[in-house]
């Protein structure tokens, strides 16, 4: 085997978008470099066109086949199939294998809803390809052009980490304990005790297979407490969920662009509103969602549930298009797994994979309340409300109320989400132009 990185325009323009994405990049391939000499070979890097570049490779080394990770998006798919003929008109054997997910998509069939999907994920196990077998490197003595660095992606002086046996070293901590309370913290963002996997997910710098099989040995440990075990099958949930977002992409490669339920295909999102600038700038007013957008603006991360909360304010109390919002937050990622943004932000939308009546439009303040009582999330990133004293005093309803929008230089809510969401389920139903998508469902679907 000869290890080979073929970084082409579209590489380049994926990495230019976020800057952080393309330093963890660059971290991650100089890690691989590293582990490669370790073992006696190097990383072949080249820029330019895939095709021409890797036959060009076989041909100078004697390779009989090319392999390479697929892609699980659109735009990724079609490069994949014209890399695929490339390979094979030039009598050489193309191999894509499906290196991302834990249980590949054709194994499942092409499923559209999560439900039946999971039953049947839950059955399979994922293959281990942890051989020496693939540790045999071929002697070469062709050069390789420089390791990427960020500054050739725009991304300036900034550098970023990237251990892959830290890596697996940090999930071996979580499956020790925090996994065990995973079904709190997945809601609860200022605990913050979520994996925080999605990154080298998305890298490959630990193998969804990997953590899939070490997960369900831990699930086997016969001394583990009933709600131990239900956060680990939940946090197991969550890696089914991301095979299940790569499997739509793989088998619907247009819902790059367009929504995966045919009768949503119609209906028109907005395309500006007076506020999505405050929403992109984390100055909506609403303390939740404002902490998210400006979580992701300092750490190339936001947590997973603010993530649903402050896409359902994007597209239900402004209205706008999912497609907006995915491309804005994809500046700031350091995940680069477009068919997970993607599967993601349209079934918050209620375009996609979930197959609800009603969209489920979340009411930020009730989330803030419900998942934030004290404010310690939004106060550690919204720096108007640090100072904010702590929750003194229950509203009728019992709940905490946090002075919050008495502070001075934090924003006034910019819409008043009772109101949009009615209104948003008005023109839901008359795009539907169907008696049962009432208004009332705003109500219903109101979390
Ligand atoms: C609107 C929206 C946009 C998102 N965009 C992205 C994106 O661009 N890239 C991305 O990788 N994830 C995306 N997600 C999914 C999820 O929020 C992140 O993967 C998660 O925040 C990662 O944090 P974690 O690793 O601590 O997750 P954990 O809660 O610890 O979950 C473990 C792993 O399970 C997988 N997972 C968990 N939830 C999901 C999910 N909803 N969909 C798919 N996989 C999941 C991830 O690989 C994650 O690392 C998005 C979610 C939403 C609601």
């Keep these: 085997m000869l290890p080979v990185l073929v970084i082409d325009r579209a590489t380049e323009a994926r990495l230019a978008r976020s800057p952080r994405r393309a330093a963890f990049y660059c971290a991650a391939v100089a890690a691989l470099d590293a582990a490669l000499r370790e073992h006696g070979t190097r990383l072949i890097v080249r820029r330019g066109l895939p095709g021409p570049t890797l036959r060009n490779l076989a041909r100078a080394s004697g390779a009989r086949a090319v392999a390479w990770s697929a892609s699980y998006d659109g735009a990724g798919g079609h490069a994949d199939a014209r890399l695929q003929s490339d390979i094979e008109e030039a009598g050489l054997q193309a191999i894509v294998a499906h290196d991302a997910s834990a249980i590949a998509p054709e194994e499942t069939s092409g499923y559209r809803a999560f439900v039946p999907y999971l039953a049947v994920w839950r059955e399979m196990t994922p293959p281990t390809f942890e051989l020496p077998l693939l540790l045999r490197f071929a002697a070469t003595d062709l050069q390789s052009e420089h390791l990427p660095i960020p500054a050739e992606f725009g991304a300036g002086e900034r550098s970023a980490e990237c251990d892959a046996a830290g890596a697996r070293t940090s999930f071996e901590a979580f499956l020790a304990s925090d996994a065990l309370q995973y079904a709190v913290a997945a809601n609860v963002p200022a605990d913050d005790r979520t994996s925080h996997l999605s990154v080298h997910l998305s890298f490959g710098t630990i193998a969804a297979r990997?953590?899939?099989?070490?997960?369900?040995?831990?699930?086997?440990?016969?001394?583990?407490?009933?709600?131990?075990?239900?956060?680990?099958?939940?946090?197991?949930?969550?890696?089914?969920?991301?095979?299940?977002?790569?499997?739509?992409?793989?088998?619907?490669?247009?819902?790059?662009?367009?929504?995966?339920?045919?009768?949503?295909?119609?209906?028109?999102?907005?395309?500006?509103?007076?506020?999505?600038d405050a929403w992109r700038s984390g100055r909506t007013g609403y303390p939740l969602v404002d902490a998210g957008i400006r979580q992701l603006h300092a750490t190339g991360w936001m947590h997973p549930h603010v993530r649903a909360v402050a896409a359902s304010f994007l597209c239900f109390d402004l209205g706008v298009d999912w497609r907006i919002g995915r491309d804005e937050w994809d500046g700031y990622l350091i995940e680069d797994d477009p068919a997970l943004a993607t599967g993601n932000w349209q079934w918050i939308a209620g375009v996609g994979a979930d197959m609800a009546q009603y969209p489920r439009i979340y009411n930020p303040e009730r989330q803030r309340r419900r998942f934030d009582p004290h404010g310690a999330y939004v106060r550690m990133w919204v720096d108007e409300l640090a100072q904010t004293p702590a929750p003194s005093?229950?509203?009728?309803?019992?709940?905490?109320?946090?002075?919050?929008?008495?502070?001075?230089?934090?924003?006034?809510?910019?819409?008043?989400?009772?109101?949009?969401?009615?209104?948003?389920?008005?023109?839901?139903?008359?795009?539907?132009?169907s008696a049962t998508a009432s208004p009332e469902g705003a109500r219903r679907s109101s979390r």
């Design 393 to 433: 005093r229950r509203s009728n309803a019992g709940q905490i109320e946090l002075p919050m929008f008495s502070a001075n230089t934090y924003p006034q809510p910019v819409v008043d989400h009772e109101k949009v969401a009615h209104d948003f389920l008005v023109h839901y139903r008359d795009h539907l132009g």
């Design 210 to 276: 990997t953590v899939v099989r070490a997960t369900l040995e831990r699930i086997a440990d016969p001394f583990l407490l009933v709600e131990e075990r239900a956060s680990l099958k939940l946090f197991l949930r969550s890696l089914a969920q991301r095979d299940f977002f790569l499997q739509l992409g793989w088998f619907h490669p247009i819902t790059d662009d367009a929504p995966l339920q045919e009768k949503m295909r119609g209906f028109t999102f907005a395309r500006k509103h007076a506020s999505l």
